[in-house]
Antibody, heavy 122, light 111 residues
Framework: EVQLLESGGALVQPGESLRLSCAAS????????MSWVRQAPGKGLEWVSVISGNGESTHSADSVKGRLTISRDNSKNTLYLQMNSLRVEDTAVYYC???????????????WGQGTLVTVSS | QSVLTQPPSASGTPGQRVTISCSGSSSDIGSNTVNWYQQLPGTAPKLLIHSNNQRPSGVPDRFSGSKSGTSASLAISGLQSQDEADYYCAAWDDSLNGFYVFGTGTKVTVL
């Protein structure tokens, strides 16, 4: 059974840093691209970042480029999101999502974690 | 970065058919496949349709997807109370280095 379990969400002040983790199980982690998708309170879904299965290719939304960095450790079956210089507008539930295919295939996220809440407020 | 445009709401009575539209551009829907997600209240999104019109295992055949040019649509036939949820379309966008784009979301209400 595929499982994705996010952790690391917290209440932080603007300008602070945070690292989110997503522990994966039930599939060959290194074979699939992974993404982070966020959802601000009461708002729609916003894609954040994607990383290829081998970790060599990454891409992020313009809104987070240079501040939020995606990475993965295939030996630990874990996806990360390093969040620096956090802003109030980064407040959201952050989901990790497994792609059905390779990096950039765009054929859908077939499994999602339960989400972890990041609140940025002074 | 752009988003795909959906109507904010749709509704129907039990048993009716409801259709949700999703409008994009040549660089997203026009060049790539469309996926649809269902988000029940308080839960994570779930893949409902992938590759324009393919249902993952376990998704009822009441749900169907289609695509034409730079637009796509999701149809729910035989509407049921448990279909009340938010629905999002999504596609890869080939602009610049490429990125994913989600639709604005449609709240489906069962009257």
């Amino acid at each position: 059974e595929v499982q994705l379990l996010e952790s690391g969400g917290a209440l932080v002040q603007p300008g602070e840093s945070l690292r989110l983790s997503c522990a994966a199980s039930g599939f060959i982690f290194s074979s699939y691209a992974m993404s982070w998708v966020r959802q601000a309170p009461g708002k729609g879904l916003e894609w954040v970042s994607v990383i290829s299965g081998n970790g060599e290719s990454t891409h992020s939304a313009d809104s987070v480029k240079g501040r939020l960095t995606i990475s993965r450790d295939n030996s630990k079956n874990t996806l990360y999101l390093q969040m620096n210089s956090l802003r109030v507008e980064d407040t959201a539930v952050y989901y990790c999502a497994k792609e059905r295919g390779y990096y950039g295939s765009g054929i859908g996220f077939d499994y999602w974690g339960q989400g972890t809440l990041v609140t940025v407020s002074s | 970065q752009s988003v795909l445009t959906q109507p904010p709401s749709a509704s129907g009575t039990p048993g009716q058919r409801v259709t949700i539209s999703c409008s994009g551009s040549s660089s997203d829907i026009g060049s790539n496949t469309v996926n649809w997600y269902q988000q029940l209240p308080g839960t994570a999104p779930k893949l409902l349709i992938h590759s324009n019109n393919q249902r993952p295992s376990g998704v009822p055949d009441r749900f169907s997807g289609s695509k034409s040019g730079t637009s796509a649509s999701l149809a729910i036939s035989g509407l049921q109370s448990q279909d009340e949820a938010d629905y999002y379309c999504a596609a890869w966008d080939d602009s610049l280095n490429g990125f994913y784009v989600f639709g604005t979301g449609t709240k489906v209400t069962v009257l």
